[in-house]
């Protein structure tokens, strides 16, 4: 958001026997009748003048030199008017409007866009960003930007951190940790609930939060630390990496497969290396 500035204020001043004092050797003679505009020569005794780099000028001259034009109505600027300015552009202050509602900017914030100005409600309306959840500006003078603001970019899409919320139990997941299922937010919770894969051992999901390192086998799957032999006399030791031989729904180490405790019939041995 931009802040307009005023021009300085050009003094207008009237010739009188007083103040319109010419210098011939070392007489001061006043001669009004000689004072004229430094352009068009007009006689300003008892008219009103401006000063500009030590030189006078009659005020249609003036406005006509050195005066701005309006940017809206195009008109110029008089010497009786307040000059208002923005990059390089001027306008009258009655003109210095808001292009969709019409209402003066004069002391207030507002923005620019295709060289066109607008009011900060305006301009906020048609070109803010707007949380993807709640549709509500990110309001351009305090919000400037979503990261800024304190807000959350999700897939480039821009929400308030009170609007970014688990898709499953509407959780607030501002700072938290949460993953995505068709590109909609879950927190770990509701996403191991509704999506991931159960653990055969602790039945717990596999939700890859931490960098969770897990086993696949026969569309069976295990966290890695749950990967462990279902026999009796090894005392459960860890198979990642190592072989391993399926017994229905048992996974063995080599020992403990040789072992008599499993009926050789119904044992479907599978040599595998773990990874």
């Given at each position: ?95 210095f409007k808001c292009v969709d509602c019409n209402c003066t900017l004069v002391e207030k914030f507002f ?51 009170d609007c970014f919320n688990c898709t499953g139990c509407k959780k607030n997941l501002y700072s938290q ?80 497969a040789k072992l008599p405790y499993a009926s050789p019939a119904e044992k479907t041995v599978k040599e595998?290396?773990?990874?």
């Amino acid at each position: 958001m931009h802040k307009h500035e005023y021009l300085t204020m050009v003094t207008i001043q009237a010739v009188t026997a007083e103040t319109e004092c010419i210098k011939t050797g070392m007489e001061t003679v006043v001669k009004s009748d000689s004072y004229q505009c430094s352009n068009c020569k007009k006689n300003l005794a008892g008219q009103r003048y401006i000063l500009k780099d030590e030189l006078s000028y009659c005020i249609a001259c003036y406005e006509e030199l050195f005066a701005n034009i309006c940017s809206n109505c195009e008109n110029t600027i008089g010497t009786d008017s307040k000059d208002l300015s923005f990059e390089d552009k001027h306008w009258h202050e009655k003109c210095f409007k808001c292009v969709d509602c019409n209402c003066t900017l004069v002391e207030k914030f507002f923005g620019t866009k295709n060289e066109l100005i607008y009011c900060e409600s305006c301009y906020d309306e048609k070109f803010g960003e707007k949380c993807d959840q709640c549709r509500l500006v990110f309001k351009s003078e305090k919000e400037a930007s979503p990261i800024m603001a304190g807000g959350v970019l999700y897939r480039n899409e821009p929400f308030h951190r009170d609007c970014f919320n688990c898709t499953g139990c509407k959780k607030n997941l501002y700072s938290q940790k949460f993953t995505s299922r068709e590109n909609q937010p879950f927190c770990a919770e509701c996403f191991g609930e509704n999506f991931a894969k159960k653990c055969c051992k602790c039945t717990k999901p596999i939700t890859g939060f931490g960098q969770t390192k897990f086993i696949s086998f026969d569309e069976r799957h295990w966290h890695n630390d749950c990967f462990t032999c279902d026999g009796p006399s090894c005392g459960g030791i860890n198979l990642v990496g190592q072989g391993f031989i399926t017994d229905k729904d048992q996974i063995l180490c080599p020992d403990c497969a040789k072992l008599p405790y499993a009926s050789p019939a119904e044992k479907t041995v599978k040599e595998q290396i773990a990874v």
